[in-house]
């Protein structure tokens, strides 16, 4: 199982991205799909999640600029980033929580994170 994004770049305050994560591979089910993300000499925070019932959650810090949306294939997670801020600038991490695979196993799996620099 691999989860692979993409849609990362330099942008200028108050302009627009929109990441991509595709998880392929042996799936059976996926119960959730989010994006986290970490900024230079931060921890890593959750930016947004959505559930396989279309349930979404944001970070305050993002809420009314982000949109996080599961594409027509199931194991899709888009985010539209809006009005994006300096603030904003941070490695975006794709997470896929419980993921259930054809062979049993249930986990959690990370992409390999796409960089987002917002400039002033």
């Known amino acids: 199982v691999q989860l692979q994004a993409s849609g990362g770049g330099l942008v200028q305050a108050g302009g627009s991205l929109r990441l991509s994560c595709v998880a392929s591979?042996?799936?059976?089910?996926?119960?959730?799909m989010g994006w986290y993300r970490q900024a230079p000499g931060k921890g890593r925070e959750m930016v947004a999640g959505?559930?396989?019932?279309?349930?979404?959650i944001y970070a305050d810090a993002v809420k009314g600029r982000f949109t996080i949306s599961r594409g027509n294939a199931k194991n899709t997670v888009h985010l539209q980033m809006d009005s994006l801020k300096p603030e904003d600038t941070a490695i975006y991490y794709c997470n896929a929580e419980n993921l259930r695979t054809g062979w049993g196993s249930i986990r959690d799996y990370w992409g390999q994170g796409t960089l987002v620099t917002v400039s002033s």
């Open positions: 959505i559930t396989s019932g279309d349930f979404t």
């Open positions: 591979g042996s799936i059976l089910s996926i119960n959730a």
